[in-house]
């Protein structure tokens, strides 16, 4: 049975886990190490079962918490070449024993998780997603997304759960009180996905096959859970498929461990 948690997804901070078969990985560890730690023991998990931390991008809600994790617990943290340079000088010093590289496209396997990392449109170093094949089943984690690409999209497809970003409402955040750079970043092609596309691209996967969906990287700014929850059963209804009966939805949390799944 595949475990999966969403530890923190936020714009203030994202860790989500997945265990499988006697191997634990994180993906991102942006919060404290101490809060990753307590959410685990929170889900009946220790870190000392973690065997990899895999990275998506540089930006702080993503590795704050990852260099000191890997030192307290001498856990190799993964990464492309390019992030590696980006976000090197934040983690502290680190043993090279624990520096790993998994390029774009590239695929490993760790224990009997398969993983492969795919390109994000972001304005980061090099930023990506993660596929995870366990047991027949893929996983997907895609956050942190400026625009919809086919490539991106033929990535998130023929998967069985997706954590996908639902970043902010779009009315929100043009009304809101953030500065008109910082808006026209975040709606920018490598800024973040709003309601509206995260539910046009969920009815769009589950039409073709998708049963799992959680939605994660919510503006604390320009969203709320609820909004993002109704935006995307709007979309799947559309569609004539029932967000309550044909599939499964939820809102990852920010700031705590969200529903344990296990598929």
Same mark, same amino acid.
């Not at 996905?193 to 039409?207: F, I, R, S």
């Given at each position: $049975? ?31 190490? @101490?809060?990753?730690?307590? #959410? ?42 390019? +992030? ?34 795919f390109p994000i449109p972001h304005d980061a170093a ?11 089943? @893929?996983?997907?984690? #895609?956050?942190?997304?400026?625009? $919809? +690409? @086919? ?27 953030y500065p008109w750079p910082l808006k026209q970043r975040i709606l920018g ?7 509206? $596309? #995260? ?37 799947? $209804? ?26």
């Amino acid at each position: $049975m595949i475990k999966v948690c969403s530890l923190f997804s936020g714009s203030s901070g994202n860790c989500i886990f997945v265990s499988y078969n006697g191997t634990s990985i994180l993906i991102d560890a942006g919060v404290s190490g @101490k809060r990753i730690e307590k #959410a685990l023991e929170g889900i009946g998990e220790s870190f000392e079962n973690i065997k990899g931390i895999f990275i998506t991008h540089e930006h702080n809600d993503h590795i704050s918490g990852a260099g000191i994790l890997s030192r307290r617990y001498k856990v190799p943290i993964y990464a492309n070449a390019v +992030t590696w340079n980006a976000m090197r000088p934040f983690l502290g010093k680190l043993s090279p024993e624990y520096t790993r590289q998994i390029e774009l496209e590239e695929s490993l396997l760790l224990g009997d998780i398969g993983i492969k990392s795919f390109p994000i449109p972001h304005d980061a170093a090099c930023p990506v997603g993660y596929n995870f094949f366990i047991d027949g089943k @893929k996983l997907t984690i #895609a956050t942190d997304i400026g625009h $919809m +690409t @086919k490539e991106l999209i033929a990535n998130l497809e023929k998967s069985d759960m997706i954590l996908l970003e639902s970043n902010h409402d779009i009315e929100m955040l043009k009304t809101g009180r953030y500065p008109w750079p910082l808006k026209q970043r975040i709606l920018g092609e490598n800024g973040h996905l709003c309601n509206d $596309m #995260a539910g046009k691209v969920v009815a769009y996967l589950a039409e073709n096959g998708t049963k799992s969906f959680l939605l994660g990287h919510l503006s604390q700014e320009n969203n709320f859970p609820e909004l993002a929850y109704r935006t995307v059963c709007n979309a799947l $209804m559309e569609k004539n498929i029932n967000p309550r009966e044909d599939v499964y939805l939820e809102v990852a949390l920010r700031d705590r461990a969200s529903k344990v799944l296990y598929i």
